[in-house]
């Protein structure tokens, strides 16, 4: 047996995939269900053509994403075929399925207008919104702190009437898709864009959009279910009950194949069939499996292993990325509120970051960026947390720190960066420096937003500085 393991390198970002092939599953079928299949020769699906890493349509006009591996599977389970009904937008997708051209929408929540036209089943994956801004934006947790700012949404996507109804009187603008609308967050004409995470991810990464990130997670949630024909009510229920059966490893298999990794086997069996034969085979086959399913679990928890270390540390630098830092916050709180232990944040910027970029390109402006990152892991104390906030920003938190233990961090790290020779001919790296200290009974955020705006002094003051606030 030939084994390879490839890691594509996205959390989130679809690259390469096949749908996922599973036992055949037949289901547990009513007189009447049966009897509706029996009379139809396939089914008809609309669905988003440009809504990657979930659903799409290719440039040859083949059904990909998340949902075609689902959709497939039902297929086999159902035993009719899934037959795409080709559109150029969701909008139109919507107009299929109301006009009867469609049988399906391959994703839909069930909202008040369309009720008049659609039935959806139980959700069978959900995903929780999140923001996409420019990247010196602090971490949100709640639209409630940006109330007054302007978003972007998918025009007719169902998560508008979901954020609408939860924060009444937001300013919400519609855009055709979700590249159009980042493209409004990073030419300033909209705050933050609304989407999921995943989609959020491959949608920056497949149009180049590198100037964004994801500055915050929602608690509103996204639950993907299947639209039905209000007329075909006993579609509805064959839907369900393959979506019951649809087990959780199948869900996972399906999911890691487009938003993890891919394991790739060949096996050829035809010694073992050559020589052995009777009860022996049957033996020797049932070890052979058990060797094969202990060696791919070990495989899978070291996957599984990369995968969280993926989740919580930035891609260039290795350091812990945004979403590390914030639970690192949370810990320091908890240490604070149990033991009154003061810690510090210190925020860094590397000083015209901007003019590395432009005078030697994108790829130096990377490694300068990584060398600081080493430059911090190898130099910080032990204790100390430091990781990528954002662009050519840092972010350090100390615990068992005050403003002038955090100061002297701080100096330490800018003395460092400013002697170090980074190659760059006549142009000399420096970083400017906000430090400050937790006050009790504040916001994590008030805090951050406090060394934030000494960063921002130490800029006013020339960089290559250090201001305490």
Not at 382 to 389: A, K, P
Request: glycine share 4%.
């Amino acid at each position: 047996m030939k084994l390879s393991l490839r890691f594509l390198l996205l959390l989130c970002v679809y690259i390469s995939v096949q749908a996922p092939s599973f036992a055949q599953q037949t289901l547990n079928l009513t007189v009447s269900e049966q009897a509706f299949l029996d009379k139809i020769d396939e089914i008809h699906l609309c669905t988003d053509p440009d809504w990657m890493p979930y659903e799409g349509i290719d440039k040859s006009g083949h059904y990909t994403g998340i949902m075609s591996s689902f959709h497939q599977l039902w297929s086999s389970m159902i035993g009719k075929p899934v037959v795409l009904v080709e559109t150029v937008s969701w909008d139109q997708s919507l107009e299929f399925i109301q006009q009867k051209k469609c049988d399906v929408l391959s994703s839909a929540q069930d909202i008040p207008e369309r009720r008049d036209y659609l039935t959806v089943t139980k959700p069978y994956i959900t995903y929780s919104l999140a923001l996409a801004t420019h990247p010196d934006i602090p971490f949100i947790i709640n639209l409630s702190q940006v109330k007054d700012k302007k978003f972007v949404m998918v025009r007719d996507y169902a998560a508008i009437k979901l954020i609408r109804d939860n924060y009444p009187g937001l300013n919400i603008i519609e855009a055709g898709s979700a590249v159009e609308g980042l493209k409004l967050v990073e030419r300033g004409m909209a705050f933050a864009f609304i989407d999921t995470v995943p989609s959020i991810n491959y949608q920056m990464l497949a149009h180049g959009i590198s100037h964004l990130k994801i500055s915050g997670v929602l608690n509103e949630q996204y639950n993907m279910s299947v639209g039905i024909r209000k007329d075909l009510p006993l579609l509805l229920s064959i839907y369900n009950e393959a979506i019951n059966a649809t087990s959780e490893a199948q869900r996972q298999q399906i999911l890691n194949n487009w938003l993890s990794v891919k394991l790739e086997y060949d096996a050829d069996y035809s010694l073992l069939w050559k020589l052995l034969a009777g009860l022996f085979i049957i033996l020797l086959l049932s070890l052979y499996r058990y060797r094969v399913v202990h060696r791919h679990n070990r495989e899978l928890k070291a996957v599984n292993k990369k995968l969280v270390y993926m989740s919580q540390n930035d891609q260039l630098t290795g350091l812990p990325n945004r979403y590390y830092l914030h639970e690192a916050f949370q810990e320091a709180l908890q240490t604070y509120h149990r033991y009154q232990h003061q810690f510090s944040v210190i925020i860094m910027d590397i000083d015209h970051f901007k003019k590395v970029n432009d005078t030697y390109g994108h790829v130096i402006g990377d490694q300068v960026i990584k060398k600081i990152a080493d430059m911090l892991s190898e130099n910080l104390r032990d204790t100390d947390i430091v990781g990528r906030w954002g662009g050519e920003e840092f972010l350090i938190v100390c615990p068992e720190t005050n403003n002038h233990g955090a100061k002297a961090v701080a100096e330490h790290m800018r003395r460092l960066i400013e002697d170090t020779d980074f190659g760059l001919d006549d142009l000399q790296v420096t970083a400017s420096f906000g430090v400050t200290e937790y006050n009790e009974d504040e916001a994590v955020d008030d805090c951050i937003k406090r060394a934030d705006m000494a960063l921002y002094r130490a800029k006013e003051l020339g960089r290559n500085t250090t201001i305490v606030f």
